[in-house]
């Protein structure tokens, strides 16, 4: 009996071991792996925070760098495991990490189980992992990228990347192999997606022109919404774009713009309906759409039925809709880049200039709502670059520029 019991805990833990493996790739329930993905830009790294959260908690993993002390950009010699300025970060397809990595303009992809230190799989915008060929403008092809900042899946497991230094958004079509090109370009008039100025709303020289509602300037990130609208962050434009599927084709035009009031116009502004240099959107599980506006220092909720110019309905980081002033409170914001939401409606938002990520119960993603938990910090009330420390540990951050829930 005795060895019967001992074979029994080796078969229990081994099978322990699997569970924990198979949920790293999500269990389908409620009780599936779920984790926030912090890109921890100055870092040069992206952090895994597990569930359960809470404040200033230990990074469970850390890619990009051999260890939770370590912060140097492409440490140890450019290659599959490390990164320069990671900006963004999202799940793939086949619940992979997908990192942004446009210090050496390429997109990573992780594939699980996660582990610190790991090298990516794939890589695309280069043709290996050890090379940082930064191609970009006139000079872009199908299978380049110059400064990668958000990638978004659709229904059909199509991989859109947010291409933002040539001003336009690609779309990889599956199986996925490193150094593989782009079936399609949006923002740009390329019809083999090879060839075009690739320059901010598709200007061949001088001026920018004027935008229209099949150009980009520094589109930066990507979400879709549960009827598979694409949704564009239009950075460049002050502008947030929707591309129904009928339009998420080559040459592609959007058919609706949220922060001006039509598509020619790119102004800047701190009103329910106006925005100044966006940098991220997302969707909570309510369908509402949610932006970052970074120089107004505040997060914008915007409810269905969306229409073009419409009003935002809440504010977070200010008290109402015509202030912009920056704080390191539980309350408010400094300078917001990227924002995710989980499966239970916490949002998190990274505060980039407080060197910190918020995160926000459903309860409080109300105007002038408070965070219930900080990332990066000890309390709401300090900012210090890696908490003032002379480099990062597994608690800190230095401007975060990323996050995605993963699950």
């Known amino acids: 009996m005795p060895g019967n019991k001992k074979v029994l805990v080796a078969i229990l833990?081994?099978?322990?071991?699997?569970m924990v493996a198979v949920c790293m790739t999500g269990c389908g329930n409620e009780k599936a792996f779920q984790a926030f993905l912090v890109a921890d830009n100055n870092n040069n790294r992206?952090?895994?925070?597990?569930?359960?959260y809470?404040?200033?908690?230990?990074?469970?993993?850390?890619?990009?760098?051999?260890?939770?002390?370590?912060?140097?950009?492409?440490?140890?010699?450019?290659?599959?495991?490390?990164?320069?300025?990671?900006?963004?970060?999202?799940?793939?397809?086949?619940?992979?990490?997908?990192?942004?990595?446009?210090?050496?303009?390429?997109?990573?992809?992780?594939?699980?189980?996660?582990?610190?230190?790991?090298?990516?799989?794939?890589?695309?915008?280069?043709?290996?992992?050890?090379?940082?060929?930064?191609?970009?403008?006139?000079?872009?092809?199908?299978?380049?990228?110059?400064?990668?900042?958000g990638a978004a899946v659709d229904s059909h497991g199509n991989l859109w990347v947010a291409?933002?230094?040539?001003?336009?958004?690609?779309?990889?079509?599956?199986?996925?192999?490193?150094?593989?090109?782009?079936?399609?370009?949006?923002?740009?008039?390329?019809?083999?997606?090879?060839s075009g100025t690739y320059a901010c709303n598709q200007a061949s020289g001088g001026a920018i022109p004027p935008p229209t509602a099949g150009t980009l300037c520094l589109s930066t990130r990507l979400a879709f919404d549960a009827s598979e609208n694409l949704w564009v962050l239009d950075r460049g434009n002050n502008r947030v774009l929707m591309y129904p599927p009928a339009q998420q084709k080559q040459g592609g035009v959007a058919t609706l713009v949220i922060g001006q009031a039509n598509f020619t116009?790119?102004?800047?502004?701190?009103?329910p309906t106006s925005l100044d240099a966006p940098q991220d959107l997302a969707f909570d599980p309510q369908g509402n759409l949610w932006v970052s506006d970074l120089l107004n220092n505040r997060v914008l909720k915007y409810m269905p039925p969306f229409t073009s110019g419409m009003a935002a309905s809440a504010v977070l980081g200010q008290t109402n809709f015509l202030s912009s002033t920056p704080g390191t409170t539980a309350s408010t914001l400094n300078q917001p880049v990227a924002l995710a939401f989980d499966s239970n409606g916490t949002l998190v938002v990274t505060d980039a200039f407080n060197n910190r990520s918020l995160s926000f119960p459903k309860s409080q993603q109300i105007t002038g709502g408070s965070a219930s938990i900080v990332f990066g910090q000890p309390d709401f009330t300090s900012g210090a670059i890696n908490q003032g420390?002379?480099?990062?540990?597994?608690?800190?951050?230095?401007?975060?520029?990323?996050?995605?829930?993963?699950?």
């Open 265 to 271: 116009s790119s102004g800047t502004g701190t009103s």
């Open 46 to 52: 992206v952090l895994m925070y597990e569930r359960p």
């Open 389 to 407: 420390l002379t480099g990062p540990t597994a608690t800190t951050e230095k401007y975060p520029t990323g996050v995605a829930a993963y699950q």
């Open 13 to 18: 833990g081994a099978w322990s071991l699997a």
């Open 163 to 194: 291409d933002r230094n040539d001003s336009r958004v690609l779309m990889y079509s599956p199986p996925f192999t490193t150094g593989m090109a782009a079936t399609l370009v949006l923002g740009q008039t390329a019809t083999d997606s090879a």
């Open 54 to 149: 809470s404040t200033n908690q230990a990074a469970a993993v850390v890619l990009g760098q051999p260890d939770s002390t370590s912060g140097a950009v492409n440490n140890g010699g450019l290659s599959a495991s490390s990164m320069s300025v990671p900006n963004g970060v999202a799940q793939g397809p086949n619940h992979e990490i997908l990192v942004m990595d446009p210090g050496n303009c390429r997109v990573l992809f992780f594939e699980p189980p996660f582990s610190t230190g790991m090298a990516a799989s794939i890589v695309l915008g280069e043709p290996d992992g050890a090379t940082a060929n930064c191609v970009g403008w006139a000079a872009a092809t199908a299978s380049s990228l110059d400064g990668p900042a």
